[in-house]
């Protein structure tokens, strides 16, 4: 089975701050994907990233980037100079490449910025 | 990119009612939805998986006679709680996927409060 964790319940910056949340993974499969979503208080996923397996490439997008460690079973993710905007609650998952397309999600962490 | 959309975004009911929640692909043919649960400052959990015009597969714990999923169409999920209690309240969100198994489409979702 997959396991998504995220030890980080609550994290709490000042506005300009850099801040990484962790994520962990565990699975016995070789191919996989991995994503992060954004939640802001109205509810919505908001879509950030998505990585298959096979790329251990660290991606940047503006004041995003993520790290992905296969040694470490890591993904992790930072914000570069935060801003209130960015306070939501975060949540990594995990989806095997083969057979269903079901989602495993982490516990979630809750980003706060504060002004 | 891909649009999915969920009636209503909120519902009040009385304990005893049933009520259905409809999870619309808005511009592309969703052979696979997903039904999630959320409790507040909670994960999400997968409820359900619906392929169009087949039974949904429930997750281990989930009681199918309570919450009926019907996959009628390419672009329409409903659920149903039905006799709706209290302990249902939560936030339910639907996901949609076209078949290139790489990305699911999350709706906005539903706020369910079972006085």
């Known amino acids: 089975a997959q396991k998504v964790t995220q030890a980080q319940t609550e994290i709490s910056v000042v506005e300009k701050e850099d801040v990484t949340l962790d994520c962990v993974y565990e699975t016995r499969d070789t191919t996989y994907y991995l994503f992060w979503y954004k939640q802001p208080p109205s509810g919505e996923l908001v879509f950030l990233i998505r990585r298959n397996s096979f790329d251990e490439q660290n991606e940047i997008s503006g004041r995003y980037s993520w790290n992905f460690q296969k040694s470490t079973s890591s993904f992790n993710f930072t914000i570069t100079a935060s801003q209130v905007v960015d306070s939501a609650v975060y949540f990594c998952?995990?989806?095997?490449?083969?057979?269903?397309?079901?989602?495993?999600f982490g516990q979630g962490t809750r980003l706060t910025i504060n002004p | 990119g891909a649009v999915v959309s969920q009636h209503p975004s909120w519902v009040i009911c009385k304990s005893g009612t049933s009520v259905k929640i409809e999870c619309r692909s808005l511009?592309?043919?969703?052979?696979?939805m997903f039904w999630y649960r959320q409790f507040p400052k909670q994960s999400l959990m997968l409820m359900a998986t619906?392929?169009?015009?087949?039974?949904?597969?429930?997750e281990q714990g989930v009681e199918k006679d309570k919450f009926l999923i019907n996959h009628a169409s390419l672009t329409l999920s409903t659920l149903t709680v039905t006799s709706a209690h209290p302990e249902d309240s939560s936030f339910y969100i639907c996901s949609a996927s076209d078949g290139s198994y790489n990305e699911q489409f999350f709706g906005p979702g539903t706020r369910l409060t079972v006085l």
């Open positions: 998952a995990l989806r095997l490449i083969q057979g269903a397309q079901k989602l495993v």
């Open positions: 619906s392929n169009e015009g087949s039974k949904a597969t429930y």
């Open positions: 511009d592309f043919q969703a052979t696979t």
